[in-house]
DNA sequence: ATGGATTTGTCCGTATGTATG
DNA sequence: TCATACATACGGACAAATCCA
């Protein structure tokens, strides 16, 4: 299976044969050929070198003298004697695969996706129709993004977000980091800084540092935040999640939106609206995106699909206003395209079809009952010990138990009972229960559960 | 098809119909809705607004009165106006996709990719394999990439490169810029610059600029970057290309990599080593990777597969050394993977099924043959008038003229005669023959072709 | 299961440079 | 100076084993 490359000196006054032979001596004393292990035939690794067949031979053959080999005849030469030393192993064989942690039975995780809404079959028709056609997936792809996706996308956005944007603004990528990535190369320059609210999200702001752009953590109100701070400091960027506030709950009401578009055109600043999981309300009225409240080209967009399409599939998108859409197009052979060609041009069939419409209309539906279910039992459940917070677009219930006991503690416990769960941060007693992986079925009794294993805990305390 | 999201007030003195009346009425003299299209039923809008049914209804009702919509008995609502006012068309509707340029016959672009050589149905068998288990595809990808990826990697590189690395120390990403963008986040801090050989990659390079490291292009001579101005600038990071140097055709030789090597362990500097296209000699007797020769733990290894593969298929991978790798362990929870789960898995099965090392073999072949090939038509029809270089690993020939016209005017008149070439940077009358995307057969006449068109030029000025 | 194409170790002929007599 | 011997390296031929459709 392996063929070696090995690095050889024709002007050397060692032989080549046997140069060859050291080396393979090396990799296998150093343990990178194992025992066992097949060498390339002579032929194969006399053509990868460069070799005749005669060196590659007095090689091997010397190698069999000395016990280092063995050649089975018509089949290859094989290792035969195992490493020398163990001192050095530098590719040790031994590491394994990290295991699985303790079987879980059922997950709140908030990394998880109910699957049993997925209409796999279409979309795997989809894939298999765009591969069929080998114009494109042996061509390179647009570095912008598929066309037909910016297309498909253009009308989405606006359907789905009120988002405003023509094809042009459009930029695809692998998910909202290497979008980010590019924006923050976009954003150089103006303010080495970007403000966002506390506490952030850390996937983008481990871009922004990556970026060496200083993240500025501003305090925030009810609303987000606080128009006073914004202003005071100076900065000329934000990033706001204006619908997926995690630990309110709530998203940035209407009024401190307008404000945050008049600091912008005011101050000639950037909006970065991450619009993560936008499309999910299902119990309030949905608040279109402040894209397409704007009327002064403020606002970067970033839109992406993580709960609502295959977990597998990392599809972003961002749109960009005007004066950054003109810097990044003189840039754009300078950025390759990350996301994958083929999900791309599925997914602008998907959403052409109008699959992505209807699914989303079904998804609504299926958290609007899971939500509802998984909050009537946890009433049920801890009713007097616990104050219960919905999240709407993240998807996940806050629970806030009394009991002197910290989140990490209660998710160990959950854990050892089989229910994964996650620690709520900055808040003594509280877990975190995400509703979108586990079955609506399942939530009943995986509450009880949980009432079962905190039991002593939470009525210890009260 | 289109549903659209509007924002209403409930708290408003406006009744909500009014407020979805003037919604309606304002996106199509936008022209955000298009003459003919239709509008989302009743129950659709009401349910996606929250709002009831006779809202939704009245709203409609008035925008009919008025003449802004038609409703079909049991079909909906379309929109019957056109914008009314053309001054403000934020989203025009007459932006078309940018058109192809002019009719090329042959193309003697880099960015080509010759799609006969690619044996499709294996990929996409592969993928359909994959595709097919629903465990897979409807759950999130490990973050560093597939374990089964980066284990078949970690046997491929050590194999085709000489590349000592276990699957821990493997990073996956969307090609090379998403890993260089996390790689600058970890260099980030010990030195704000980073070296390279004059004249760079530009795709690495603007990622180094975005992420705020100073790009420092030092000189260098015919064996790469000058080991003096190296030690004499400080700098803590290189970049090096070693099999892959545009202007000279040739590689880093042995002794600088030796070199270079030293260099970083003295000085503690970190070596990254892009070995785009490293696996892709022919001619020459190939070097293994600078990471293999590493003693010392410095180089940070990058492979890719942009001519190996499908060109549409973007995954690349990194080698982290110790000091690196620790770093980056504790931030993997940060960094979302970019690239698609489904490729890097099927990608995973078709290098362990050794078709990965076929295809390799298979293309040396071709690219050896096409290269001799198009050497000797050059050679036929310019040879007393030209230089002729062939670049192993870019797969190009440069081609230098003896003509006063420069290269970028040769490639005109070429493209004129439907022969796509590229003009040669820092070189008078240089163009650049890729051959990697054009079949076998056609090398002949292309070049007979550029003969013609050039003809006079060349034999005008000689 | 089965026949043909491919792969493989083995063997052989030859060319070149160097040391020897 | 020439012939010989030896080591090194190249290219090709053969039959057995293996793989693939």
């Known amino acids: 299976m392996t063929y070696d490359y090995i690095l050889l000196d024709t002007g050397s006054s060692v032989p080549l044969y046997q140069q060859l032979y050291l080396a393979v001596k090396n990799a296998i004393e150093a343990g990178h050929l194992a025992k066992g292990e097949k060498l390339p035939s002579i032929r194969k690794l006399a053509g990868d070198l460069k070799l005749s067949c005669t060196t590659v031979e007095a090689a091997y053959q010397q190698l069999c003298v000395e016990g280092y080999l063995t050649a089975r005849p018509q089949r290859g030469y094989f290792v035969l004697s195992a490493p020398k030393s163990e001192a050095l192993p530098l590719r040790p064989a031994a590491i394994r695969r990290p295991e699985q942690a ?4 059922y997950n709140f995780g908030s990394d998880c996706v109910d699957t049993s809404y997925i209409d796999l079959k279409i979309w795997q028709r989809h894939i298999r129709e765009v591969l069929n056609r080998q114009e494109i997936i042996a061509s390179y792809g647009d570095h912008q993004g598929e066309w037909e996706l910016r297309e498909a996308l253009s009308a989405y956005s606006y359907g789905a977000r009120g ?8 930029v695809i990528g692998a998910g909202t980091q290497p979008l980010l990535s590019i924006l923050c190369g976009l954003l150089r320059g103006a303010d080495e ?4 609210e506390e506490p952030g999200f850390l996937q983008a702001e481990q871009i922004f540092s990556d970026c060496g752009l200083q993240v500025l953590r501003l305090p925030a109100d009810d609303s987000g935040i606080r128009m006073d701070a914004l202003r005071e400091s100076g900065v000329k960027q934000v990033f706001v999640s ?3 506030r995690i630990q309110t709950g709530t998203g940035i009401p209407v009024s401190r939106r307008y404000e945050l578009l008049d600091w912008a055109r005011e101050t000639g600043g950037i909006l970065v609206e991450d619009d993560y ?9 949905p608040i279109p995106a402040m894209q397409g409240m704007d009327r002064a080209q403020t606002v970067v967009y970033i839109g992406s699909f993580s ?7 990392r ?3 961002m749109v960009l206003p005007e004066r950054l859409l003109e810097l990044y197009q003189t840039r754009v052979a300078r950025y390759n395209q990350t ?3 083929t999900e791309q041009l599925a997914l602008s069939r998907y959403i052409r079809e109008g699959q992505l419409e209807r699914q989303l209309r079904r998804l609504r539906k299926r958290y609007a009952a899971k939500s509802s279910a998984l909050i009537q039992a946890l009433k049920n459940a801890f009713g007097s010990h616990t104050e219960i917070l919905l999240q709407e677009t993240p998807l996940c219930v806050n629970l806030r138990l009394h009991t002197s006991l910290p989140g990490s503690t209660l998710c160990e416990i959950a854990a050892r009972n089989g229910v994964r769960v996650m620690p709520e941060k900055g808040v003594s007693s509280g877990v975190v229960l995400g509703f979108a992986g586990i079955p609506l079925n399942d939530i009943e009794p995986a509450v009880q559960r949980l009432k079962e294993a905190w039991g002593d805990v939470v009525s210890r305390n009260h």
Not at 102 to 105: D, F, S
Not at 163 to 170: D, G
Not at 193 to 196: E, F, M, N, V
């Open 315 to 317: 599809i972003g998108y």
């Open 339 to 341: 996301a994958s060609k």
């Open 193 to 196: 800084r970007i403000a966002l």
């Open 242 to 244: 204006p619908s997926n």
């Open 307 to 313: 709960k609502l399409l295959l977990p597998s599939v």
């Open 163 to 170: 988002v405003i944007a023509s094809p042009e603004q459009i």
């Open 102 to 105: 303790q079987k879980i039975r």
């Open 277 to 285: 999981n936008g499309e999910l309300r299902y119990n309030a009225r």
